[in-house]
């Protein structure tokens, strides 16, 4: 069983940065594929980045590619997300989510662990 615990969330203006951290327990995150996903109200659920534990190809969203970047710590066995030049549009709760067969990185129901959610919220 994994736990996901995430933090950083935040109220930022448009333009600003925040960088999120999910943290696991119960087990290592290696050879697992760790995501991030956001939803704002009335959304679905949307993919925004993933990443393989091994440090292979990293995925994101085309809507924050060249803005946000993922990266793990595997000391700290933890995953985090650098969001930088945020817009109104960001803003949404953000869930780290972790699993270990993943074939299509940017459909929520692949993975098997979520975190409870971080609100970003992105002032203009």
């Known amino acids: 069983q994994v736990q996901l615990v995430e933090s950083g969330g935040g109220l930022v203006q448009a333009g600003g940065s925040l960088r999120l951290s999910c943290a696991a327990s119960?087990?290592?995150?290696?050879?697992?594929?760790t995501g991030w996903f956001r939803q704002a109200p009335g959304k679905e659920r949307e993919f925004v980045a993933a990443?393989?534990?091994?440090?292979?190809?990293?995925y994101y969203a085309d809507s924050v590619k060249g803005r946000f970047t993922i990266s793990r710590d595997s000391a700290k066995n933890s995953v985090y997300l650098q969001m930088n030049s945020l817009k109104p549009e960001d803003t949404a709760v953000y869930y780290c989510?972790?699993?270990?067969?993943?074939?299509?990185?940017?459909?929520?129901?692949?993975?098997?662990?979520w975190g409870q959610g971080t609100q970003v919220t992105v002032s203009s």
């Open positions: 989510a972790a699993g270990r067969t993943i074939v299509a990185v940017s459909t929520p129901s692949e993975y098997n662990y």
């Open positions: 119960g087990r290592t995150f290696s050879s697992y594929v």
């Open positions: 990443m393989t534990w091994s440090g292979g190809p990293r």
